[in-house]
């Protein structure tokens, strides 16, 4: 189990860019988990966005934001960060950071797989 502190969120306009970031704490071995993002926007699922493997060595995106977001984590200080540039009016959403035990070396991409979550953060692009 991990615990999970988003910041970053905000408005910004199409085609800026926004920094997301999420603290990570608790009695476990940080090196065991996979890393996710996760959106949601009004009146739909949520949706995964990217993942990562606490070592940084694996990664995977949702086709819409590939080339476009970046996820990374920083293992001295214990967080996951996602990097968004070109952003578009569909990628408005509260986004979600979220944790996973790692199971046969591969990345999950399905929220029922990851057992922490964040209280997410609102990204708000205006055209």
């Known amino acids: 189990q991990v615990q999970l502190v988003e910041s970053g969120g905000g408005l910004v306009q199409a085609g800026g860019s926004l920094r997301l970031s999420c603290a990570a704490s608790?009695?476990?071995?940080?090196?065991?988990?996979?890393m996710g993002w996760f959106r949601q926007a009004p009146g739909k699922e949520r949706e995964f966005v990217a993942a990562i493997s606490w070592s940084g060595t694996n990664t995977l995106y949702e086709g819409s934001v590939k080339g476009r977001f970046t996820i990374s984590t920083d293992n001295a200080k214990n967080t996951v960060s996602l990097q968004m540039n070109s952003l578009k009016t569909e990628d408005t959403a509260v986004y979600y950071c979220a944790g996973a035990r790692d199971r046969f070396g591969i990345l999950q991409s399905t929220p029922k797989d990851f057992g922490s979550w964040g209280q997410g953060t609102q990204v708000t692009v205006s055209s």
């Open positions: 608790g009695r476990t071995f940080f090196s065991l988990y996979n």
